[in-house]
């Protein structure tokens, strides 16, 4: 079984405690046009902008198994769709959906491709900053849409998430999290009880470079073991004819991974689609 050393511990609690004060020290401002109105560099560094997108993110990660042979794609489609309710509130509802291709497996059941469960997360959240914070509280779902067994894990799941940031000029710093409990599914195969935790960076330059580092860390309460990547890119602003676009590359590395899962270093693209008013 895969374990390090849980130095990510750390590694994470100081993500959590430096965002804070990151966006209370960096007060530097863009300029006037864009600080009235956040262009769509800064909007996408904000889980709960009012801003409707279409992320595609492509992940490979390799290592895998206990002769560290196989390897993995995973594909989230993730459309972004607000949803206001009045002047005062919008609704944030983000849906990831996995496609997945998973290879050189010794285990050669392993070796499948196909959609994977599917995570449908709902905020709600108040329109204008409180405190200098946006904040945004509501539901996660876990939805066993997966074509494979191998690939999912054929579990119901709810819970409660929570996102928290705050943007002082070309900074966004904050934190997203949730935890998922099943509550029905396939009796023979694993319940379901974890928590997500991804604080996260970015800082956006004036050619609207978005350079982002965070943490997407999964803790199984059932197993007692961290899944726990570090990733660091950079994703640029690009327009083609009307349509702006997102388009960016990034690297991982796996501070600690349960059992057969990745060890060392992955990639990441980025893709996004943005729909703005």
């Keep these: 079984m895969k374990h390090t050393e849980p130095s990510h511990v750390f590694v994470l609690a100081a993500l959590v405690a430096v965002s804070p004060l ?4 960096f007060q ?5 046009e864009v600080s009235a109105e956040p262009d769509l560099a800064t909007k996408l560094a904000n889980p709960l902008a009012s801003l409707i997108s279409m992320p595609i993110q492509a992940n490979f990660d390799q290592n895998y198994g206990a002769d560290d042979q196989g390897e993995v794609w995973r594909v989230n489609v993730q459309p972004v769709i607000p949803i206001s309710i009045n002047e005062d509130w919008n ?13 050189n497996f010794t285990d050669k059941s392993r070796n499948k ?9 709902v905020w709600l959240s108040p329109v204008d900053p409180v405190k200098g914070w946006i904040m945004g509280v509501g539901s996660a779902f876990l939805l066993p849409t ?3 067994e191998v690939l999912g894990g054929e579990q119901w799941g709810i819970g ?4 928290a940031l705050r943007q002082n000029g070309p900074w966004t710093v904050g934190f997203l999290s949730n935890h998922i409990w099943s509550f029905a599914g396939e009796e023979e195969r694993n319940s ?4 997500f935790i991804q604080p996260f960076i970015t800082y956006i330059t004036k050619n609207k470079t978005s350079w982002y580092l965070n943490s997407e860390s999964t803790f199984d309460w059932q197993a007692e073991q961290w899944a726990a990547p570090i990733n660091f890119g950079a994703n640029q602003m690009v327009k083609i004819g009307d349509q702006p676009l ?9 501070l600690d991974s349960a059992g057969s899962g990745p060890e060392g270093w992955g990639l990441r693209l980025n893709f996004v689609m943005l729909f703005p008013k």
Excluded: F, H, K
């Excluded at 990151?22 to 020290?25: E, F, I, L, P, R």
């Excluded at 609704?91 to 290879?103: A, L, W």
């Excluded at 491709?113 to 997360?121: E, K, N, R």
């Excluded at 409660?160 to 996102?163: A, D, F, L, M, S």
């Design 91 to 103: 609704i944030i509802s983000r849906t990831i959906v996995p496609i997945i291709e998973q290879s």
């Design 113 to 121: 491709s196909g959609l994977g469960d599917t995570v449908q997360s």
């Design 160 to 163: 409660p998430t929570v996102v």
């Design 146 to 148: 997966a074509t494979n």
């Design 28 to 32: 530097q401002d863009l300029p006037s």
């Design 22 to 25: 990151v966006a209370q020290d």
């Design 246 to 254: 997102q388009v960016g590359i990034g690297t991982r590395y796996w």
């Design 192 to 195: 379901v009880n974890a928590t």
